[in-house]
T-cell receptor, first 113, second 111 residues
Framework: KAGVTQTPRYLIKTRGQQVTLSCSPISGHRSVSWYQQTPGQGLQFLFEYFSETQRNKGNFPGRFSGRQFSNSRSEMNVSTLELGDSALYLC????????????FGPGTRLLVL | KQEVTQIPAALSVPEGENLVLNCSFTDSAIYNLQWFRQDPGKGLTSLLLIQSSQREQTSGRLNASLDKSSGRSTLYIAASQPGDSATYLCAVESGTYKYIFGTGTRLKVLA
């Protein structure tokens, strides 16, 4: 069974631009969560989608948004990029919405110049 | 507000040693706790998931325990190997946040 895939793997953008990252969960998984990982703040929860609905949201500004499609694939968008948005963005999928093992993708490394 | 702390931040041990990594959390109302490992520049690999009703889980040389009342979990690694070198993260599923992660323990096992 294929694992969680994320595209692109690496991305360089400039301040003020916007970016869209994509995540394809493991087949059959309906929950997708997004995390931001930085050396200073560690791993922080962004949001979770289950069956195309946002279930939970972390403490991030409105510039960070996401969505989930009917095939469970998810995208996250960051508008008006700031230097501090440079990070590894990880997505994870699980079968159900809660109390299930989370499987992580390799991440998208975003560099904002 | 749930906070997760991991001690020590870094650990270096000779091959073959048994070791314990610690994780503590401030709010005992958790759904579950999960241990992950992360290799440099890579995503996370799930090691063990302990549901809130369980006390421990085992997989091979790994054993994780959970004491909700004291807000603690430990990850025990038996007979450590150089391939165990990685950063180990614990995370709790709690409240409205999917997972809250600790800052990790960076483990180096010397051959």
């Amino acid at each position: 069974k294929a694992g969680v895939t994320q595209t692109p793997r690496y991305l360089i953008k400039t301040r003020g631009q916007q970016v869209t990252l994509s995540c394809s969960p493991i087949s059959g998984h309906r929950s997708v969560s997004w995390y931001q990982q930085t050396p200073g703040q560690g791993l922080q929860f962004l949001f979770e989608y289950f069956s195309e609905t946002q279930r939970n949201k972390g403490n991030f500004p409105g510039r960070f948004s996401g969505r989930q499609f009917s095939n469970s694939r998810s995208e996250m968008n960051v508008s008006t990029l700031e230097l501090g948005d440079s990070a590894l963005y990880l997505c994870a999928s699980s079968l159900a919405a809660s109390e299930e093992t989370q499987y992580f993708g390799p991440g998208t490394r975003l560099l904002v110049l | 507000k749930q906070e997760v702390t991991q001690i020590p931040a870094a650990l270096s041990v000779p091959e073959g040693e048994n070791l314990v990594l610690n994780c503590s959390f401030t709010d005992s109302a958790i759904y579950n706790l999960q241990w992950f490992r992360q290799d440099p520049g890579k995503g996370l690999t799930s090691l063990l998931l302990i549901q809130s009703s369980q006390r421990e889980q085992t997989s091979g040389r790994l054993n994780a325990s959970l004491d909700k009342s004291s807000g603690r979990s430990t990850l025990y690694i038996a007979a450590s190997q150089p391939g165990d070198s990685a950063t180990y993260l614990c995370a709790v599923e709690s409240g409205t946040y999917k997972y809250i992660f600790g800052t990790g323990t960076r483990l180096k096992v010397l051959a």
